[in-house]
Each structure stands twice: as C-alpha cells, then as structure tokens.
C-alpha cells in the first residue's frame, strides 16, 4: 500500500487514538511491548514491516567501563588508502563476548534483548568470525571487493 495515498484516514486516528490512550492509561513501556508484539505478528503473516537498525542500546557503554583499545596509526592510515579506492571488503560483527563488550554482557537487559532477536539466542564467540575472515584473506575472495560480510548470527535479519 502507498503511504502516501492513505485511503483511510479515520482508521489511523482510530490507530492513533489508540495508542494514545495506552500511552495515558498504561505508560511508554506497555505501549513499546504492544507495537513490539504486533511488529513481530505482521512479520510472521509476511506484512512488510519498516527497517530500523537503531537500538535503544546505541552508545550505552559509560566511558569509565569501556575497555582500553589504543589504535595503530599506521593500520588506520592503510585502511584509509584502500578505502578511498573501495578495495575494502570486510567482516561486519555482530555481538560477541569480548572484554570490548563485558559492560553489555553485564546488563540483563540488553544480554535478553540479544538473545531474543538472535537466531541462535546467544553472543557470537570470537573464532566463529575464523572462516569468514580466511575466506576473505585468501584466493577464493578475489572477485569480492568492496563487500561487508556480515557475520551476527541473524540479528540485521530480525530487526
């Protein structure tokens, strides 16, 4: 359906009214669950549902708890140069236990909002970017250029 030509207008004031009264009477929380559900039913019947990588969690480790990770410039200098040329094809990780991590490892809820939107209900371990990274390193990756293989256990697939 084109949003723009929106062929009931009266349904989504209904709609609206709605949630507006869930917001007054029930609070942010039950009205976030109640949207979450219905996302989530509309994807099972197969209704198209609009993509947001955003998460509530963005930035949430405090700068005292993040991990030390001092940086190579001379590294950085080369990934800039391929970069500019688009020769870079890469690993995009998802969430995986590392020290890097340990901050959200530690808050319940983001470790039970991971776990609900993985396929695999758990963290991505280190090795388990091994093979993607071989396979990238090696000859059978010469045709690829310029690619982000994602490796995040299904989470961009479920949001």
């Not at 390193?137 to 250029?145: E, G, I, L, M, P």
Request: glycine share 8%.
């Amino acid at each position: 359906m084109d949003i723009v030509t929106d062929v009931d207008p009266a349904e989504i004031t209904e709609w609206t009214d709605a949630l507006d009264s869930v917001l007054a009477f029930e609070g942010p929380a039950r009205a976030s669950y109640i949207l979450e559900r219905l996302t989530e039913e509309a994807k099972r019947r197969g209704a198209p549902v609009p993509y947001s990588a955003n998460t509530p969690y963005l930035n949430t480790i405090p700068p005292d708890q993040e991990a030390r990770h001092p940086g190579d410039r001379a590294i950085e200098h080369r990934i800039r140069s391929l970069i500019r040329w688009n020769q870079v094809t890469g690993i995009g990780p998802g969430y995986f236990a590392t020290p890097l991590n340990q901050a959200l490892i530690n808050n319940p809820e983001f470790d039970a909002w991971l776990k609900k939107r993985t396929p695999a209900g758990r963290w991505g371990r280190v090795e388990e970017l091994q093979g993607t990274a071989i396979f990238l390193a090696s000859t059978a990756s010469d045709f690829v250029n310029g690619q982000i293989v994602y490796v995040d256990g299904g989470v961009l697939a479920t949001l």
